[in-house]
């Protein structure tokens, strides 16, 4: 029982693991930022499932209603998800101008190159 | 207004990047960016006075008081470092008009001033604020503002070094994001006072050891603490010289000072050193990077690389300082922060001069050059003087006090361990001084005239600091004294 009730962190402790996975052991850049996503969602997750109250509804002020779950956590959360979507961006652009400057995205591939000069 | 100079602080940068969009032409954005950075250096100044007259500010964003908004807290422990941030950044911006006219595309020096603001605004932000989760918020806007400017740089490794910060730093800033998540569940609160307060109800408890956890291994994957150190040499080596003035004197010690100030303010001293043998940690990895970073300097070809390196081995001096656990330990750590940036400043710059002048900073095109740029060489030979800590430079009186912290923890072996670190730094300064003034110009060195007075003035204002705040320490060390003081008022 207490394995069901803590299911969504062992969601976010797999795909954590899954995303820092990719980032290390991919050598396409292009997949390393993917990994980095479900690293920084799987995290997100964790925040969205800590705001959860058993039996709470949404905070909204309503005849009847005494439990609501914390917003607080989802409000910070938008906050990360707008930085996630910035840095994934960001890093997109980057391995745009490294294909433009070094005609591939594999990670192998550069270093040979940066051997060569 | 005086009021309001807690917040002035991280808004006019944050307000002037966009402003220059509209700006458009480079030398009005450049003077634009200037003047805010030289009103944002005054903010700061007023705000330390301010702090040093009347104690601690807190101010709360919007009239929404704290712990329910977000509240910006100026003490002695940040005032000194908001002061240091502006102040490079100011000095760094003069020089770097003519400094990035052979190093960035003409079309891109707009934006490189906009992400140059961004990245203070950061910096501040993360500094000035009591909230834990600003301090998240303003750490990506800093970091992705660095990207960019890393990016920028005219060797195409810059673009790999920026990608690979991106992943590390992302990852780093991802571990802050669950150790303040984790801190939040347990205490249902972000600011730091508040955190403060309430962590020690709950610190026996698994989920707040696994968030010092997270959090202090994302702090260190910033602050680019040994082992994790590996994305900082290529980063600062490739980037633009002026970005990298900038980023070793500021970026590193924003990273130590939340350190600082999560693990003596808000988990304390207790948690920090009793529950978690985080001394022995701190010590091991300070000790290991002083040492190993050191000695790869040493076999540098690359100038700014080898800087790199030791900028590495510097912050193993900053952690060493706090694995102290002491208020003289933290005072040295304190007091390095400020030094280090000025030496590093000053250092930075004057490889910017020759990277201006030569293209690349490479020791193997350097014989002589001293004769070719006698100002720029003599301004890294005071640099460096400072670096391995020699008397009347600021680099003596922070080593001084870590070593008497050392010593006033009966610890000789690691008092040893710093004065071998400096001799190590002894050898790769004194390997470019040798070649820039005792061999003789050879056919490899590039025919160069002196910088110009552009890059020049702003290079010997932090010479003449190093060497004024050297002699003259009652300033800097009253401040941290204080500030150490603050940091273990409540346990005396």
């Keep these: ?117 | 207004m005086i009021v309001h100079l807690s917040v002035l602080q991280v808004i006019i940068p944050l307000m002037a990047a966009p402003a220059c969009l509209l700006l458009r032409k480079r030398e009005l954005v450049w003077a634009f960016a200037t003047l805010a950075t030289f009103v944002t250096f005054a903010v700061s100044v007023l705000l330390l006075s301010q702090v040093m007259q009347s104690g601690a500010i807190s101010y709360d964003m919007g009239g929404w008081e704290a712990p329910w908004g977000i509240e910006y807290r100026i003490d002695m422990l940040n005032a000194p470092l908001l002061v240091l941030i502006s102040g490079i950044s100011a000095i760094a911006l003069l020089a770097a008009r003519t400094s990035i006219e052979n190093e960035i595309p003409e079309n891109r020096h707009s934006f490189f001033y906009i992400a140059w603001l961004l990245c203070m605004a950061g910096l501040l932000g993360i500094t000035a604020t009591g909230d834990a989760f600003n301090v998240f918020v303003f750490l990506e806007i800093s970091s992705l503002a660095t990207y960019t400017l890393i990016a920028l740089g005219k060797d195409r490794r810059a673009l790999w070094a920026s990608f690979q910060y991106l992943v590390a730093g992302t990852i780093g800033a991802t571990f802050i994001l669950i150790g303040i998540g984790l801190m939040y569940v347990m205490t249902g609160t972000l600011n730091m006072a508040d955190l403060a307060q309430r962590l020690p109800e709950v610190e026996n408890t698994k989920t707040v050891f696994t968030a010092f956890a997270f959090f202090i291994v994302g702090v260190c994957m910033k602050l680019a603490l040994f082992p994790l150190h590996l994305w900082l040499p290529n980063a600062y080596a490739f980037a633009p010289s002026i970005v990298t003035t900038f980023l070793a004197a500021t970026a590193t010690k924003v990273a130590v000072y939340v350190m600082i100030r999560f693990i003596f303010d808000v988990f304390g001293f207790e948690f920090s050193f009793t529950h978690f043998p985080l001394q022995e940690i701190l010590m091991t990895l300070g000790i290991a990077g002083i040492f190993v970073a050191s000695i790869v300097a040493i076999n540098q070809d690359n100038l700014k690389r080898m800087l790199a390196y030791s900028s590495v081995a510097q912050i193993g001096y900053l952690i060493l300082g706090i694995s102290f656990a002491s208020q003289t330990g933290i005072m040295a750590t304190l007091l390095h922060m400020l030094n280090h940036g000025l030496m590093k400043g000053a250092l930075f710059l004057a490889m910017a001069a020759v990277v201006y002048r030569m293209g690349v900073a490479n020791l193997s095109q350097m014989h002589g050059i001293a004769s070719r740029m006698p100002l720029t060489m003599a301004a890294f030979l005071i640099g460096g003087l400072s670096l391995i800590g020699v008397p009347l430079t600021v680099g003596f009186v922070s080593k001084w006090y870590l070593v008497s912290a050392a010593l006033e923890n009966g610890w000789w072996p690691v008092a040893a361990a710093i004065l071998l670190g400096s001799l190590l730094s002894v050898i790769y300064i004194w390997r470019v001084i040798e070649v820039a003034y005792f061999k003789s110009v050879s056919n490899n060195t590039p025919d160069v005239k002196e910088a110009p007075a552009s890059i020049l003035i702003p290079m010997w204002i932090l010479v003449l600091a190093n060497l004024y705040f050297g002699m003259d320490t009652s300033l800097t060390v009253s401040v941290t004294q204080m500030a150490a003081a603050d940091l273990f008022g409540g346990l005396l």
């Design chain 1, 1 to 117: 029982m207490e394995f069901l009730g803590l299911f969504n962190y062992w969601v976010v402790i797999v795909l954590m693991m899954i995303g820092f996975y990719i980032v290390i052991c991919s050598n396409n850049l292009i997949k390393k930022l993917i990994g980095l996503t479900i690293f920084q969602t799987s995290v997100f997750i964790m925040y969205i499932s800590m705001g959860k109250i058993d039996g709470g509804t949404a905070p909204i002020l309503a005849e009847g209603v005494t439990l609501y779950s914390n917003p607080l956590t989802h409000v910070l959360i938008l906050t990360a998800i707008v930085v996630g979507i910035a840095t994934t961006a960001l890093g997109l652009a980057i391995v745009v101008r490294i294909k433009e400057s070094y005609g591939t995205v594999e990670e192998d591939d550069i270093h040979a190159k940066d051997k060569q000069a």
